[in-house]
Nanobody
């Protein structure tokens, strides 16, 4: 079973940047499309971005398109989310998983955008 560990969350000011990482415990990760999701307080978890196993296709939600970039390094079993021009509405716990959420959820990483 693949285990996922998210990291990189922090408190940042509006307009700031962060890079999140999601490390997988097994190389099986390398054949999986992966995605980032987020859950804000009082809201349901929502899709943010996804990437195919070979990085040939990327998808973004409309709310982050042009500001966030998903990437992966299969040699390190890691997927990244570069977040630029962060806004208060980006405040959430961020998680990674496959696009169909077939893996156990990790603990997530908290991103707080506030002045």
């Amino acid at each position: 079973q693949v285990q996922l560990v998210e990291s990189g969350g922090d408190l940042v000011q509006p307009g700031g940047s962060l890079r999140l990482s999601c490390a997988a415990s097994r190389r099986t990760f390398n054949i999986l499309s992966m995605g980032w999701f987020r859950q804000a307080p009082g809201k349901e978890r929502e899709f943010v971005a996804a990437i195919t196993f070979n990085s040939t296709r990327l998808w973004y939600s409309d709310s982050v398109k042009g500001r966030f970039t998903i990437s992966r390094d299969n040699a390190k079993n890691t997927v990244y989310l570069q977040m630029n021009n962060l806004q208060p509405e980006d405040t959430a716990v961020y998680y990674c998983n496959t696009p169909t959420n077939v893996l156990p959820w990790g603990q997530g990483t908290q991103v707080t955008v506030s002045s």
